[in-house]
C-alpha cells in the first residue's frame, strides 16, 4: 500500500524557517519524480519544488532562494526546508509522487 505522510508543518513567524518532510512507503522513492505542492485559500495549487529521479530540481519563483527540496534514497523520504518564511507562503503543504498525494501539512507564517 502507497502512503506519503508530511509532517513538520505548523506556526512560525515571518522569517522562521521550518522543514517538512514525506516519508513514503509501499515504493522505492529513488525511481521517481518527487514534488511539493502548496495550496493557500482563494489561490490555485502551486508546484513549489519538485526533485526528478535523476536529481533535477526546479522551484516556484517565489520561492528561489528560501526553499531546498532534497531526498534520501536509503530513508525512502523527501524534505522540503523552508527559510525566510513570509506570511504569504502560508498554505496547506502536500508531498506528490505522481500519482499519490499526501495528506497535507498546514503552515501558517504570522506574528
Known amino acids: 500500500q502507497v502512503q506519503l505522510v508530511e509532517s513538520g508543518g505548523g506556526l512560525v513567524q515571518p522569517g522562521g524557517s521550518l522543514r517538512l518532510s514525506c516519508p513514503a512507503s509501499?515504493?522505492?522513492?529513488?525511481?521517481?519524480?518527487m514534488m511539493w505542492y502548496r495550496h493557500a485559500p482563494g489561490k490555485e495549487r502551486e508546484l513549489v519544488a519538485s526533485?526528478?529521479?535523476?536529481?533535477?530540481?526546479n522551484y516556484a519563483d517565489s520561492v528561489k532562494g528560501r526553499v531546498t527540496i532534497y531526498r534520501d534514497h536509503g530513508k525512502n523520504m523527501v524534505w522540503l526546508q523552508m527559510n525566510s518564511l513570509k506570511p504569504e507562503d502560508t498554505a496547506v503543504y502536500y508531498c506528490?509522487?505522481?500519482?499519490?498525494w499526501g495528506q497535507g501539512t498546514q503552515v501558517t507564517v504570522s506574528s
Open positions: 506528490k509522487i505522481p500519482p499519490f
Open positions: 526533485i526528478s529521479a535523476g536529481g533535477m530540481i
Open positions: 509501499g515504493f522505492t522513492l529513488r525511481n521517481y519524480v
